[in-house]
Nanobody, 112 residues
Framework: QVHLVESGGGLVQAGGSLRLSCAAS????????MGWYRQAPGKQRELVAF???????RLADSVKGRFTISRDNAKNTVYLQMNNLKPDDTAVYYC??????WGQGTQVTVSS
């Protein structure tokens, strides 16, 4: 069982930045493939960014050039650096491990 706790969400103006963190426990973190997903009201949950245990990353087209995913295996933490935020980025952001385990989510609200 992997336990995930997200933090770093909040309210920011368009053009601003936030960094989300996801702390993992209960597994050998370095072996986990990690992802960030988001769900806006009335919409399906979608993949934002993904990083494999080997460090390969993938970003959704809508966030390329603005968001970066990274991991620190020594801290059992995965990060999502979000720059140049837009109102369309408003959503609950969820951390995921191995496409199985989910965190509770953290709200990101971008005002115009």
């Amino acid at each position: 069982q992997v336990h995930l706790v997200e933090s770093g969400g909040g309210l920011v103006q368009a053009g601003g930045s936030l960094r989300l963190s996801c702390a993992a426990s209960g597994s050998i973190f370095s072996t986990n493939d990690m992802g960030w997903y988001r769900q806006a009201p009335g919409k399906q949950r979608e993949l934002v960014a993904f990083i494999t245990s080997g460090g390969t990353t993938r970003l959704a087209d809508s966030v390329k050039g603005r968001f970066t995913i990274s991991r620190d295996n020594a801290k059992n933490t995965v990060y999502l650096q979000m720059n140049n935020l837009k109102p369309d980025d408003t959503a609950v952001y969820y951390c995921n491990a191995d496409l199985i385990f989910w965190g509770q989510g953290t709200q990101v609200t971008v005002s115009s």
